[in-house]
């Protein structure tokens, strides 16, 4: 099925441990993206990606890793879990630049629900 | 940087009613956009609809249509003929420029929780 798809949807680990939350898109868009959405802090950007082997950090990148080797997945890392990483992370992916008349919505994947123990 | 309010943290409507959902922003940009997004108890984020700021017409997707006052920093969301499907929380959210790559994040309302009661 078209769209995109992140697995797993739910995931329990403890602190210390690496875990890698997987996005897959099927749209072949350029930008992809990492949220993460807390209680009290709504959507906050993890990291972006404007295109395969691009990657910038957004507003909380501190203990997360990601990369980009093809154009359709982004994974997210995070190298050694803390509890304060406990969350819903969802994955997102656009078509590119907006400005002017261009809507370049981005649209969201699932979700994945972590708790780190 | 931009802002967005949405200054109703719950909502309820009868079946088949409609409602009005309020966002209002703040933003310097003369060209901006505006997106509604609902979130089931599920937990999927839904794109619903997209307003431009120069867009000439209010934005309408079926059932989903947005009373967009520029001059107000309006972008309210208006939904006809409830139904119980549309119980959830509703996000407004405005692109804003990242400092690198050209990119755009979304930055978000806190949401309403709109409850439909048969």
């Known amino acids: 099925d078209a769209g995109i798809t992140q697995s797993p949807r739910y995931k329990i680990t403890e602190t210390g441990r690496q875990v890698t939350l997987m996005c897959h898109q099927t749209?072949?868009?350029?930008?992809m993206f990492w949220y993460r959405q807390d209680l009290g802090h709504g959507l906050r950007l993890i990291y972006y990606?404007?295109?395969?082997?691009?990657?910038d950090k957004g507003e909380v990148p501190d203990g997360y890793v990601v990369s980009r080797s093809k154009t359709e997945n982004f994974p997210l890392t995070l190298e050694s879990a803390t509890r304060s990483q406990t969350s819903v992370y969802f994955c997102?992916?656009?078509?590119?630049?907006?400005?002017?008349?261009?809507?370049?919505?981005?649209?969201f994947g699932a979700g994945t629900r972590l708790s780190v123990l | 940087a931009q802002k967005i309010t949405q200054t109703q943290p719950g909502m309820f409507v009868q079946e088949k009613e409609a409602v009005t959902l309020v966002c209002t922003y703040d933003?310097?940009?003369?060209?901006?956009?505006l997106f509604w997004y609902k979130q089931p108890s599920s937990g999927e984020m839904i794109f619903l609809i997209y307003?431009?700021?120069?867009?000439?017409q209010n934005a309408t997707e079926g059932r989903y249509s947005l009373n967009f006052q520029k001059a107000r920093k309006s972008a309210n969301l208006v939904i006809s003929a409830s139904q119980l499907g549309d119980s959830a929380m509703y996000f407004c959210?405005?692109?804003?420029?990242?400092?690198?790559?050209?990119?755009?994040?979304?930055?978000f309302g806190k949401g309403t929780k709109l409850t439909v009661n048969p």
């Open positions: 933003t310097s940009d003369p060209s901006y956009g």
């Open positions: 997102a992916s656009s078509e590119g630049l907006a400005g002017g008349l261009t809507k370049n919505i981005q649209y």
């Open positions: 307003q431009g700021s120069y867009d000439q």
């Open positions: 959210a405005m692109r804003e420029p990242l400092a690198q790559g050209g990119s755009e994040k979304l930055v």
């Open positions: 990606s404007a295109a395969a082997d691009i990657t």
């Open positions: 749209w072949s868009h350029s930008y």
